[in-house]
């Protein structure tokens, strides 16, 4: 009789565990997609159609051919380009 309630009661907490498992996993990915349905489009991708990319880093010319930061900062502010 003993035993009968001891594996009722642990039979019951095993139920309660598999339970709150499922539930968690199930609320896991329901705010997952909910972040994937908010998320913005990425910042960063290349522009479609007409639109050209205002700004491209080039790491690959030479320190002295490029503009000092200071002259374009001046250049930024005179014509705003």
């Not at 003993?2 to 499922?22: D, P, Y």
């Amino acid at each position: 009789m003993i035993v009968h309630v001891r594996a009722r009661k642990w039979l019951g907490r095993f139920r309660f565990a598999l339970l709150f498992v499922v539930f968690t996993f199930a609320l896991y990915h329901m705010l997952l997609a909910v972040t994937r349905w908010l998320e913005p489009e990425p910042k960063y991708r290349e522009p479609a159609g007409r639109a050209v990319k205002a700004f491209q880093n080039d790491q690959t010319a030479a320190v002295s051919d490029k503009i000092k930061m200071s002259e374009r900062l001046k250049l930024f502010y005179r014509i705003g380009e």
